[in-house]
């Protein structure tokens, strides 16, 4: 009979702790318009942002392409294989 008593309360205590952590888990969580909020406030979310993302990185690109090209680098290019370390 013992034994089956303090099984019911470690049933109940684990019941009571699992009622605060769901209780505190609806409290803490954000409902569903503030979810969209904060992934509008996001980067990278708004169309804007991706567009500029998008606009520097071919810049970034374009001016790497142009620096690779020039002849000083070509020429380094070509003298780097035959150096000796």
């Known amino acids: 009979m013992g034994s089956l008593r303090k099984a019911l309360i470690v049933v109940a205590v684990v019941g009571a702790w699992a009622g605060v952590g769901s209780a505190l888990f609806l409290l803490v969580?954000?409902?569903?318009?503030?979810?969209?909020?904060?992934?509008?406030?996001?980067?990278g979310q708004d169309p804007r942002s991706r567009e500029e993302a998008t606009r520097t990185k071919q810049l970034v690109?374009?001016?790497?392409?142009?620096a690779?090209?020039?002849q000083e680098n070509?020429?380094?290019?070509?003298?780097?294989s035959h150096r000796t370390w």
């Open 61 to 66: 690109l374009a001016t790497l392409q142009k």
């Open 29 to 43: 969580t954000p409902g569903e318009e503030r979810v969209q909020a904060m992934l509008k406030e996001m980067p």
């Open 68 to 70: 690779a090209a020039t």
């Open 74 to 80: 070509v020429t380094w290019r070509k003298n780097w």
